[in-house]
T-cell receptor, first 115, second 110 residues
Framework: NTKITQSPRYLILGRANKSLECEQHLGHNAMYWYKQSAEKPPELMFLYNLKQLIRNETVPSRFIPECPDSSKLLLHISAVDPEDSAVYFC???????????????FGEGSKLTVL | GQQVQQSPASLVLQEGENAELQCNFSTSLNSMQWFYQRPGGSLVSLFYNPSGTKHSGRLTSTTVIKERRSSLHISSSQTTDSGTYLCALDRGSALGRLHFGAGTQLIVIP
């Protein structure tokens, strides 16, 4: 799927700060960050719908999302913890109105390994 | 409790056999989406199915709302079908959260 691109694809960190980037070329209104730990389904972290943030309150405050425009999404991570080791997927969907999500499309993922 | 129950948890097939994967849900449904994920790979959307039956090549998805179930049928399985299949329930939540099943790990042997 080259219509949602993520970077970097792999990163290995100590207790450092890092940002993940995502760009979608599908013209979708909603963009998401999901976290997938080993052998588990993805878990929703954040949703931007028409640039409005909807946050999953269980996500630690060291994760800060940013949506500079409707096609781009960033995830800033500060002082990573070993439990943050996972694959972080960006996704997007039409979400044309109300609470109707629409078909979800995922990017290739960014695999974070915390030492 | 778990809103989406996916079964079986794992399945081993001989190449050429058919497979039926199930998701049962306990809440209201806007749509059920089926994904395929290869180990270390991304999630590829197979079907977005609010109700009825949809076909794509050797794959068929059927969602029956009144029976609170959705199924994915794979016919004439191939070794390249191996991977994890996930269903995800869209309840139309304002939070935009999809409720994922635990997944079915499929292995197709030659």
């Amino acid at each position: 799927n080259t219509k949602i691109t993520q970077s970097p694809r792999y990163l290995i960190l100590g207790r450092a700060n890092k940002s993940l980037e995502c760009e979608q070329h599908l013209g979708h209104n909603a963009m998401y960050w999901y976290k997938q730990s080993a052998e588990k389904p993805p878990e929703l972290m954040f949703l931007y719908n028409l640039k409005q943030l909807i946050r999953n309150e269980t996500v630690p405050s060291r994760f800060i999302p940013e949506c500079p425009d409707s096609s781009k999404l960033l995830l800033h991570i500060s002082a990573v913890d070993p439990e943050d080791s996972a694959v972080y997927f960006c996704a997007s969907s039409p979400r044309t109105g109300g609470a109707f999500t629409g078909q979800l499309y995922f990017g290739e993922g960014s695999k974070l390994t915390v030492l | 409790g778990q809103q989406v129950q996916q079964s079986p948890a794992s399945l081993v097939l001989q190449e050429g056999e058919n497979a039926e994967l199930q998701c049962n849900f306990s809440t209201s449904l806007n749509s059920m989406q089926w994904f395929y994920q290869r180990p270390g790979g991304s999630l590829v959307s197979l079907f977005y199915n609010p109700s009825g039956t949809k076909h794509s090549g050797r794959l068929t998805s059927t969602t029956v709302i009144k029976e609170r179930r959705s199924s994915l049928h794979i016919s004439s399985s191939q070794t390249t079908d191996s991977g994890t299949y996930l269903c995800a329930l869209d309840r139309g939540s304002a939070l935009g959260r999809l409720h994922f099943g635990a997944g079915t790990q499929l292995i197709v042997i030659p």
